[in-house]
């Protein structure tokens, strides 16, 4: 599904001495099967941003089109609820949202509440159980005996139930180890893979939006300052410090080496692997001389 | 979603109402809170409304912004309003329509009764809307300082105020992230039968009752490794300041209470 904002404003508590402007004329389009990172310094708006995406917000100003739907300041609550069906949300600290007896009702709660049969929705979660590695007997246990790790996957798990066709991930891997994250990380490249989803990271490591998207979005103070590739945006060292960010670890550890070396490499490495591979050929042709 | 609730928020200002002692404001709204069942005529309900008005007014607080905020409760005062219409049935007949019957009395009475509610309702959320939390809590306790002698737990009381009220934001937000959560997985509570609705409230209660003990829990651990051992001997940052204004307010509450017993009714 494809995914467009023109123009999006948003304001909290619009009318009373609270509010709060988040969002101003945002603009970015995110084409179906894509990996969009969306990246920002804390309070930049990228939380509100993915709330639009869903409809859980509706923009104050401007349009925000999901598919054929189109979002706007006086869409009816049932267009949205059309929406939520396909757009899936795995909030921050998503563990916070269990509540059913048992880990199977839990995940099953989605795809019920959507109107998938209660056989299938079965059969789903215990799939889901399988494939987020978590051990076969979860099923029948409460969610609130597992460990901290397991309920997030189990609330993970939740939102993959009903087969959205576009994933939204705040920041899934917050407060876990560094394995459970890259496991993490890494089954939700393998689905976006595999099914085809197009799926839309808000994190706050360069290092895992230079790795996993293919595309980045860049918010500053409300507005949307810069998008475009991974290579695009972390070559722009300047301007995203100018957005108090920061560049992947890999990107820093080549702009010293080729501080110290006095020369360029043609490639940006993106990742470890990457940079290895760079240093590794430019060794070589130096032996080679 | 829950952000224009004001119930129980402070809203930081300069006017005259926000700048007196908070013994003297919590005192007002104390005797006020009795003062108003003085009230029984036309005469003394229109002076507890214009009154309450004009504190309004003094404290700089916009009106939209108040009634919005109090909605929900301003429904319940509706309610209560038809609830006499139909239900009371004395003094003279105004209105015979099909099986509806609504009598002087009701008419009467509703109007009383929801002025009375609204007028409590109204300087409460005045008090906490130009107090701060801590400041209300600092008042109750130097007022019920005197109740320590019968052993009243003064400062644990105090103390417990203090968190409930220092937690209703934080709980209001995490209300509005569970809600956007559950509804993201096709929970509704906005459709459906009262059945269904109130069944859809379980996702929401759930975890919001096992974070509220986790953060309790939390809270705890965090006041004893800080060494808190209650009130004893414990000074103070913030000194209280009774100033000229704040007995202004005390002669002006018995101003209003002279009126209120001299346009009585009586019985």
């Known amino acids: 599904m494809d995914i467009s904002l023109q123009q999006v404003g948003y304001s909290y508590a619009k009318g009373t001495p609270f509010e709060k402007r988040a969002l101003y004329e945002v603009n970015a389009s995110i084409r179906t099967g894509s990996y969009t990172a969306v990246i920002g310094h804390t309070g930049s708006g990228k939380s509100t941003l993915l709330l639009h995406l869903n409809g859980l917000l509706k923009p104050t100003e401007g349009v925000v089109r999901v598919g054929d739907v189109s979002i706007t300041a006086d869409t009816k609550a049932k267009e949205l609820k059309k929406i939520r069906r396909h757009v899936g949300i795995v909030f921050q600290f998503p ?23 209660e056989e299938e929705a079965k059969q ?13 007997d979860v099923a029948q246990k409460s969610p609130f005996d597992l460990s901290g790790g397991q309920m997030r996957r189990v609330a993970i798990a939740g939102v993959l139930a009903f087969k959205p066709s576009v994933l939204i991930l705040d920041e899934p891997t917050a407060g876990l180890d560094p394995r459970g994250r890259k496991e993490i990380m890494e089954l939700f490249t393998k689905l976006h893979k595999e099914e085809g989803l197009t799926t839309i990271l808000v994190t706050h490591s360069m290092e895992d939006a230079a790795r996993y ?3 980045v979005l860049v918010m500053h103070e409300g507005r949307s300052v810069m998008a475009g590739t991974p290579e695009e945006v972390f070559g722009d060292a300047d301007r ?32 470890e692997e990457q940079l290895a591979e760079t240093i590794a050929e430019a060794l070589k042709e130096e032996g080679e001389r | 979603m829950l952000e224009k609730m004001i119930f129980g928020r402070y809203v930081p200002g300069n006017s005259f109402v926000h700048r007196l002692d908070p013994r003297s404001k919590l005192l007002f709204v104390f005797l ?21 008005l004009l504190v309004i007014f003094i404290a700089r607080i916009r009106l939209y912004f108040l009634f919005n905020g109090l909605k929900p409760i301003l429904f319940l005062i509706i309610f209560t309003l038809l609830m006499h219409f139909i239900f009371t049935k004395e003094g003279a007949l105004l209105i015979d329509w099909k099986f509806l019957k609504i009598y002087e009395e009701g008419v009467r009475q509703g109007i009383y009764i929801s002025i009375r509610f609204l007028v409590l309702v109204l300087m409460t959320t005045i008090l906490t809307l130009t107090t701060s939390p801590i400041s209300i809590t600092d008042g109750m306790e130097t007022l019920l300082n005197p109740l320590k002698r019968i052993k009243l737990p003064v400062h644990e009381l105090a103390l417990m105020m203090s968190i409930s009220l220092r937690f209703i934001p934080t709980l209001m937000d995490e209300t509005d992230k569970i809600l956007k959560a559950q509804l993201a997985r096709g929970s509704d509570l906005t459709s459906g039968t009262v059945k269904e609705r109130i069944r859809a ?7 919001l009752f096992v974070s509220a003990f986790k953060r309790a829990e939390d809270l705890a651990i965090a006041m004893e490794v800080r060494g808190y051992r209650g009130g004893e001997g414990r000074t103070r940052y913030r000194q209280l300041d009774w100033q000229l204004r704040d007995t202004l307010v005390i002669i002006l509450f018995l101003l209003l209470v002279a009126a209120l017993i001299w346009l009585r009714g009586g019985n």
Do not use: C, W
Not at chain 1, 98 to 116: A, R, S
Not at chain 2, 38 to 45: G, M, P, S, V
């Open chain 2, 201 to 207: 409230v379980v996702p929401l209660l759930v975890p």
């Open chain 1, 213 to 215: 998207a293919d595309q």
């Open chain 1, 240 to 271: 995203l410090k100018s957005f108090r960010l920061g560049l992947p670890r890999s990107v820093a550890f080549q702009h010293n080496v080729e501080k110290l070396f006095g020369k360029q490499f043609g490639t940006l490495a993106l990742t």
């Open chain 1, 124 to 136: 789903r979660a215990h799939e889901l159980i399988r494939l987020l590695g978590l051990p076969e």
């Open chain 2, 32 to 52: 006020f809170i009795i003062a108003v069942f003085l009230a029984d005529n036309t005469a003394t309900y229109a002076l507890l409304l214009v009154f309450t």
């Open chain 1, 95 to 117: 563990e916070h949202q269990l509540f059913e007896e048992t880990v199977e009702k839990d995940i099953m709660f989605g795809p019920l509440n959507f109107g998938i049969p």
